[in-house]
């Protein structure tokens, strides 16, 4: 019984070791992740709430905005490592990880991600409840550096 204690102790400092470690290597390409909807608070120009993307496409659940240097139509997928990504893809998300690129931002700049919640899929109150978030995310398949 001492034994198998021992080795649930080490297991788990191996776990939290390597969970540093991996932040420690792979934090510089992590990306922000924040949320919006097409409420007047989340985008503030009337012009832009027209029901559409930059892209021109009408909006749609699994449209997102990204760096003008990231191409309309790229498939963009989120990649969680912690419990709280993984709860918060489930909660806001509904486990939906892939997204297409559409839209752009102000604001939406290099390493910054920003997911659009339809009003259908809680919207506003939905975003807040996303928050901001770091997580790394594959680009056409590929994990982003
Ligand atoms: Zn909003």
Request: charged share 20%; proline share 3%; aromatic share 18%.
């Given at each position: 019984m001492r034994s198998l204690k021992r080795k649930i102790i080490s297991s788990a400092f191996i776990f939290l070791l390597s969970a540093g470690g991996y932040y420690y290597?792979?934090?510089q390409y992590l990306y922000t992740m924040t949320a919006?909807?097409?409420?007047?608070?989340?985008?503030?120009?009337?012009?832009?709430r027209d029901g559409r993307f930059a892209s021109g496409r009408a909006v749609y659940w699994g449209g997102i905005a990204a760096d003008p240097s990231i191409p309309?139509?790229?498939?963009i997928e989120l990649v969680p490592i912690w419990p709280g990504d993984f709860w918060s893809i489930f909660r806001v998300l509904k486990n939906r990880?892939?997204?297409t690129v559409e839209d752009r931002?102000?604001?939406?700049?290099g390493k910054h991600i920003d997911l659009f919640i339809p009003h259908s899929h809680?919207?506003?109150q939905m975003a807040l409840e996303w928050g901001v978030r770091k997580m790394r995310v594959?680009?056409?398949g590929e994990l982003a550096k």
């Open positions: 290597f792979w934090g919006y909807c097409d409420c007047p608070i989340c985008v503030n120009v009337d012009a832009y309309f139509g790229t498939q990880k892939k997204f931002g102000g604001k939406i700049k809680g919207g506003h594959s680009i056409n």
